[in-house]
């Protein structure tokens, strides 16, 4: 159980994953992986009762989030300008470096196939104006509010059998949504890793059965 809140805390991106493989034609994989704008928010992730909070910051070909899950900081950097991701486990001497295609299936513990996802209505989130979609999955539904520059600013879902609901009374199993929300630059200082901290590389092969929460499970103290 520790595993699966590690695993959907980090990156809010349980579903992450899934909505970026979506069908709708104006959305593509890069677009929401991968923004083409600057960015940092808090994010708050919650699941089953629990709620993980964090810190996200973005711009075009490098991710860097932070989550603290009991009372651990936990770091997740993805470089895709250098195709390497670097987990850093919370209150360990460690950093676990991998490919980021890797990395980024890791932070998907759902099987990557979607039957759809179609825009239902434009809102206003956040003082912007988003796009809300409908997402089908064969092991839920939910609901996305992504913003014209692909941001992901929120995110609900429900396990199957129920239905995605037209009533806002029927809590979702799942939450993810952004907070203090702004656009910036930054400089090569904002992406800077902790020092001192000793390498362990990981192959695919080694990565067989694990997701993120294992593997922040296996590497901290």
């Not at 001192?196 to 922040?216: C, E, S, T, Y």
């Amino acid at each position: 159980m520790k595993t699966f809140f590690l695993t959907v805390a980090l990156g809010g991106a349980v579903l992450f994953q899934m909505i970026a493989l979506g069908h709708a034609q104006t959305l593509t994989p890069k677009d929401l992986l991968d923004p083409q704008v600057s960015y940092e928010a808090d994010r708050l992730v919650e699941s089953q009762g629990k709620i993980f909070k964090g810190r996200v910051r973005h711009r075009p070909g490098q991710t860097l989030e932070e989550m603290t899950v009991d009372g651990k900081t936990h770091i997740v950097f993805l470089d895709r300008r250098l195709g390497r991701a670097y987990i850093l486990p919370g209150g360990s001497p460690l950093m676990v470096d991998l490919r980021v295609d890797q990395a980024e299936a890791l932070l998907s513990s759902l099987p990557q196939n979607i039957s759809g996802m179609m825009a239902e209505s434009q809102e206003r989130l956040l003082g912007m104006d988003v796009m809300r979609y409908h997402i089908d999955h064969e092991q839920g539904v939910g609901q996305a509010w992504v913003t014209k520059k692909s941001v992901l600013l929120k995110l609900i879902g429900w396990k199957k059998p129920t239905q995605s609901p037209k009533s806002s009374s029927i809590n979702p199993d799942f939450t993810m949504r952004l907070e203090n929300y702004r656009e910036r630059s930054f400089s090569e200082a904002d992406f800077q890793l902790p020092k001192g901290r000793l390498h362990v590389k990981i192959n695919a092969g080694q990565l067989k059965g694990f997701d993120l929460g294992k593997i922040l499970e296996a590497f901290s103290p």
